[in-house]
């Protein structure tokens, strides 16, 4: 079986780390039509499943930013009519320091933005603590934020610093930041000095690739933390109802 029908039928997983080993060579045109189709699959299975859960949330009650000013700020959003000139322009603000992964590309592209963060701004009362709410920035934020004046300078200290010795995309609030706790470096994904299909979803708790750390989130029914054991989060009944909708990736 090619890659897609395999991934058709349930080797999602499987499929991926079997991408993941073509390394650059996934680019070739011998691989390239295919693998977009897994990806495409892939991407319309992360709107399908953000789609159930955003509408189960809504349903018990969870408290969303109603009134949000800007597209960051929505818990969901269309791709944007302008995606594809802003992703051009991203790719070249960033091009001095490498390449943005396809996964992030297609995520812009077909599902647009999330933000399941509880607006504490009206009820400080989370309904679950240190849940880590799935949350992807808007497109046009990341763009905004690496055609600052300053942002090349100050990513270049990433790159030359030990530790992390490589450029990234900001593109979500940590787990403390998202109950309103001051926090760490937000979640980031790697700007990687070869195209790649994916690429590390850093400072993150899973240590794991963005496409991965999907796949973690939706196991948790878009909250990677809810199941901390010292939280004692009452959520049985929310996974019970959400989780057998959603389609694996």
């Given at each position: 079986m090619n890659l897609y029908q395999r991934y058709i039928q349930g080797e999602t997983k499987a499929v991926y780390d079997d991408i993941y080993k073509l390394g650059t060579n996934a680019f070739e045109d011998s691989?390239?039509?295919?693998i977009e189709k897994v990806m495409t699959e892939t991407f319309e299975r992360v709107l399908f499943n953000l789609n159930i859960i955003y509408k189960e949330l809504i349903d018990i009650g969870y408290l969303f930013k109603t009134d949000a000013t800007y597209n960051f700020e929505k818990p969901l959003h269309h791709p944007?009519?302008?995606?594809d000139s802003l992703l051009k322009q991203l790719e070249f603000t960033v091009k001095d320091f490498g390449f943005i992964p396809l996964s992030l590309k297609y995520f812009y592209q077909i599902v647009g933005g999330v933000n399941f963060v509880?607006?504490?701004e009206k009820n400080k009362n989370l309904m679950w603590n240190m849940a880590d709410p799935i949350q992807v920035a808007s497109l046009d934020s990341v763009v905004k934020e690496v055609t600052t004046e300053y942002w090349k300078e100050d990513?270049?200290?990433?790159?030359?610093?030990?530790?992390?010795?490589?450029?990234?995309?900001?593109?979500?609030?940590?787990?403390?930041?998202?109950?309103n706790i001051s926090g760490g470096q937000p979640?980031?994904?790697?700007?990687?000095?070869?195209p790649m299909i994916d690429a590390r979803f850093m400072n993150e708790p899973?240590?794991?690739?963005?496409?991965?750390y999907l796949r973690i989130c939706f196991d948790h029914c878009g909250f990677p933390g809810i199941t901390r054991s010292d939280m004692n989060n009452d959520?049985?009944?929310?996974?019970?109802?959400v989780k057998p909708q959603l389609k694996k990736i």
């Open positions: 691989y390239r039509k295919e944007l009519k302008n995606t509880w607006d504490v990513i270049q200290q990433y790159v030359d610093d030990d530790y992390f010795g490589c450029a990234f995309l900001d593109v979500a609030a940590d787990d403390l930041h998202k109950d979640y980031a994904i790697e700007i990687t000095k070869q899973n240590e794991t690739t963005f496409i991965s959520y049985q009944k929310f996974f019970e109802k």
